[in-house]
């Protein structure tokens, strides 16, 4: 299968190449630098473009079999001024527009496009599923419209929306700077520690994502979530045991909404939500629990 990847260069398309080449599929990817090509596995075809504008880069989109469609700017990267919300959103919506309105027209028959279990909100104690409906809160409405902008491609294509948790991996994304302060003797829960954080290794993000590429029976919504949720406390108590560091040092909220303002609604949200979708489908998740994903990556 030829696939066009979107985000190739970030933490999850720079794996799933090699995946996707390892399986036997030809990869063309889209970047906006011309040095992208330094950071992909040989074999990965490279195309130049700007996701959120129209060019050449969706004509080599119409010749491919599938599209994967991953680019977005980083949501945790600073503060949430009014101009970083603004690009969150567009990279996410104008981009998947674009891509979907090509798939619309003809090429590709499959479309898998990226999305978040921030789709929900924040949702306390409540279990979510793919078919819970959506929740409140700004990440909430930018992954609602981004899911919404992928609709047209679903005319005459497969359509998966890859809700996806905190990807955990050793060379980048949260995890870092989550073992940080434990490394330090100052780690711990943020403010209670009570919400529900839905996390995924990243093997098992890209053994996900592949099960929807090459199963015709994924369609719709997708959760890639490991199948057992933990609670923020039970996280920072798993960091600190792997790491045998203490793990009673919390962050106190108000210092959390100080320090990273609006964002901080996004950090303490919490999501309960579970792979049902998956489990149904007979996927065998690498790393269930988080304590055999820690002992993986950083133990």
């Excluded at 090429?107 to 999305?115: M, N, R, T």
């Excluded at 279990?117 to 700004?138: I, M, N, Q, T």
């Excluded at 929807?212 to 960091?239: F, K, Q, S, W």
Aim: charged content about 25%.
């Amino acid at each position: 299968m030829h696939v066009f990847l979107t985000g190739a260069t970030g933490l999850i398309g720079r794996t799933l190449c090699g995946a996707l080449l390892g399986r036997g599929h030809f990869v063309t990817a889209l970047s906006r630098s011309e040095e992208a090509p330094r950071r992909l596995p040989i074999g990965v075809r490279h195309v130049t473009g700007d996701p959120v504008a129209p060019g050449p880069w969706l004509d080599a989109l119409g010749a491919t079999d599938a599209v994967i469609h991953l680019a977005g700017e980083p949501v945790a990267e600073g503060r949430w001024t009014e101009e970083r919300k603004r690009r969150i959103g567009e990279s996410r919506i104008a981009s998947t527009r674009l891509v979907a309105e090509r798939v619309a027209r003809g090429g590709p028959k499959i479309l898998l496009s990226g999305s978040a279990v921030g789709v929900y909100g924040s949702r306390g104690d409540e279990v979510l599923d793919e078919s819970s409906a959506p929740g409140e809160g700004f990440l909430a409405d930018v992954s609602r419209r981004w899911e919404a902008a992928a609709e047209p491609a679903r005319a005459r294509a497969r359509l998966v929306s890859l809700r996806t948790g905190i990807v955990l991996a050793r060379d980048g994304g949260a995890l870092p700077r989550m073992v940080l302060p434990f490394r330090l003797f100052a780690g711990g829960p943020l403010g209670r520690g009570d919400f529900w954080q839905p996390w995924i290794h990243l093997a098992d993000e890209i053994g996900l994502v592949l099960l929807a590429l090459e199963d015709e029976r994924v369609e719709g919504a997708l959760h890639l979530t490991a199948p057992e949720p933990v609670r923020n406390r039970d996280l920072a108590r798993a960091i600190g045991r792997v790491l045998r560091r203490p793990s009673f040092v919390p962050a106190p909220e108000a210092a959390l909404r100080l320090a990273l303002g609006e964002m901080a609604d996004a950090v303490l949200s919490s999501q309960r939500a579970l792979p049902r979708k998956a489990q149904a489908l007979g996927y065998q998740f690498k790393f269930p629990s988080v304590e055999s994903a820690l002992q993986d990556l950083i133990g």
